[in-house]
């Protein structure tokens, strides 16, 4: 079974500073994973994905994730935050449900607040 | 990129009156939707999946006469809520996929829903 734990719901960062969101995967099967956010009243926008090859994917927005399959991990960094940034981010997995069907686990979600 | 479309929006109805909730693929073929609830600080919740021209797959404890899906092509998936209640209260996110496991979920806006 698959299962995605997300570190700290909340995390602050100061604007220019460094972002680091953490996310560790439970997986029976090589992952796929995913970041996506989410603005206040708004659906999620797909930041970036891991499916296969390289391990340092770039994303949208100056986003970048590194997939650690030693430590089970797929952390999203960004190097200077901006207030843009603000928003819930949510990692998730790629689950087979059957039927020919994949869905997304997702963690329970990290709000980023930029200070300025 | 790919472009999914949720309407309405927000609603506001009266307790009992039922409310649908459409969700688009604008560029592409989803032949898997998703619909997903959400309560507010929380991740999303899938309630159910539907692949094009079959019934829907309702997750546990969703109740499938009260949250009536059909995905009748394969650029259109409705939610219906029926005899909505203010305990049905909640932010409703669509998404859309091509179907394969390595091909991410594009989501609607999502649709505020206010049972009065």
């Known amino acids: 079974a698959q299962s995605v734990t997300q570190l700290g719901s909340h995390v602050s960062v100061s604007e220019g500073a460094l972002v680091l969101l953490r996310c560790n995967y439970s997986?029976?099967?090589?992952?796929?994973l995913f970041w996506y956010v989410q603005y206040p009243n708004q659906g999620l926008q797909l930041l970036l994905k891991?499916?296969?090859?390289?391990?340092l994917v770039k994303g949208i927005n100056g986003f970048e994730a590194e997939f650690k399959k030693s430590e089970t991990s797929f952390h999203l960094t960004k190097p200077s935050a901006h207030m843009s940034d603000a928003a819930e981010y949510f990692c998730?997995?790629?689950?087979?449900?059957?039927?020919?069907?994949?869905?997304?686990?997702f963690g329970k979600g990290t709000k980023l607040s930029v200070i300025p | 990129g790919a472009v999914v479309s949720q309407h309405p929006s927000w609603v506001i109805c009266k307790s009992g009156t039922s409310v649908k909730i459409e969700c688009r693929s604008l560029?592409?073929?989803?032949?898997?939707m998703f619909w997903y609830r959400q309560f507010p600080k929380q991740s999303l919740m899938l309630m159910a999946t539907?692949?094009?021209?079959?019934?829907?797959?309702?997750e546990q404890g969703v109740e499938k006469d009260k949250f009536l899906i059909n995905h009748a092509s394969l650029t259109l998936s409705t939610l219906t809520v029926t005899s909505a209640h203010p305990e049905d209260s909640s932010f409703y996110i669509c998404?859309?996929?091509?179907?394969?496991?390595?091909?991410?979920?594009?989501f609607g806006d999502g649709t505020r829903l206010s049972i009065l």
């Open positions: 539907s692949n094009e021209g079959s019934k829907a797959t309702y």
């Open positions: 997986s029976s099967v090589p992952p796929y």
């Open positions: 998730a997995v790629t689950r087979y449900s059957g039927a020919g069907s994949y869905q997304l686990t």
């Open positions: 560029d592409f073929q989803a032949t898997t």
């Open positions: 891991y499916t296969t090859g390289a391990t």
């Open positions: 998404s859309a996929t091509s179907g394969t496991d390595n091909q991410p979920q594009h």
